[in-house]
């Protein structure tokens, strides 16, 4: 494997002021995401299934917040499966 090689005016990225802490749009993205579960979106943001539904609400037109409730109702890729013991 070689090294990366970068251009001599390259600037690395400055640490984020917030710590990394996911940003309302971030969050947003997340919720829209077949992929990414409600618990997912709690690891990453501390944030519960309630929580980021009213931050859609308050985010979002009414009727793309009706579209989206609709579509994530009972599915089942945005709560994850938990196994029985």
Request: charged share 35%; proline share 6%; aromatic share 8%.
């Amino acid at each position: 494997m070689t090294d990366r090689k970068f251009p001599d005016d390259f600037i690395p990225a400055a640490p984020r002021p917030d710590k990394g802490s996911l940003t309302t749009s971030e969050i947003v993205a997340m919720a829209w995401d077949d992929e990414t579960s409600f618990d997912d979106i709690q690891t990453q943001s501390g944030l519960s299934e309630g929580e980021v539904i009213k931050i859609m609400r308050s985010h979002m037109q009414p009727s793309s917040f009706r579209m989206w409730r609709k579509r994530v109702s009972g599915r089942a890729s945005k709560h994850k499966v938990k196994l029985k013991d």
